[in-house]
């Protein structure tokens, strides 16, 4: 969002949208989850232009967990999971 978009928010700068973030996610497990699955994200808190982040991702069970962050960790930005679709598991 721009930062005059922003500030009408309540926050001092621009941030990124968190459909950006998540579509950014995705991006970075294409090739490495099933064709069919669903997702599902929670965001928590916005991205600040100009910050650092950091993404992880882990199989739990049968589902990929996944987070954005600051770089220490301390600050969640976005958590989901992918979970693959019943007939997409073999």
């Known amino acids: 969002?721009?930062?005059?978009?922003?500030?009408?928010?309540?926050?001092?700068?621009?941030?990124a949208h968190g459909m950006w973030t998540h579509a950014k996610v995705m991006a970075a497990l294409q090739g490495r989850i099933p064709a069919n699955h669903t997702v599902s994200v929670e965001f928590r808190k916005p991205i600040l232009?100009?910050?650092?982040v950091a993404f992880r991702a882990g199989m739990t069970d049968d589902r990929v967990a996944l987070s954005v962050t600051n770089r220490s960790g301390d600050?969640?930005?976005?958590?989901?999971?992918?979970?693959?679709?019943?007939?997409?598991?073999?």
């Open 49 to 52: 232009l100009g910050s650092t």
């Open 75 to 90: 600050r969640v930005h976005l958590t989901g999971q992918v979970v693959p679709l019943a007939d997409s598991i073999s």
């Open 1 to 15: 969002m721009s930062g005059l978009a922003a500030k009408a928010f309540g926050f001092p700068t621009a941030i």
